[in-house]
């Protein structure tokens, strides 16, 4: 998982989003990589990607189902997501 700057791009490998990860700054520039409400919204976000993954697993069960990946990415409290096979 990754927390990615704003203001410069950088990307920070971390092992789990925790609260501690809120207003955490970047190495590169000092800016503020996770807001409160941006944090609060990747939780939610994270627990969505959580149901697919047991609804894909669940499915293949019953029939043959490819494994993708759902990148998610949190800015400005706005989700967006994208599903790679």
């Known amino acids: 998982m990754w927390l990615v ?3 410069c791009h950088t990307e920070v490998m971390i092992s789990r989003l925790t609260r501690n990860c809120i ?8 800016a503020s990589m996770l807001s409160e409400d941006d944090y609060k919204i990747a939780k939610k976000a994270m627990r969505w990607n959580s149901v ?3 609804l894909g697993k669940l499915a293949g069960l019953f029939r ?9 990415h949190v800015k400005d ?3 967006s997501r994208r599903i790679l096979s």
């Open 23 to 30: 207003e955490a700054p970047c190495p590169a520039c000092g």
């Open 77 to 79: 409290g706005q989700v």
């Open 5 to 7: 700057c704003d203001e």
């Open 52 to 54: 697919a993954n047991w």
């Open 64 to 72: 043959q189902v490819e494994t993708v990946q759902i990148h998610t």
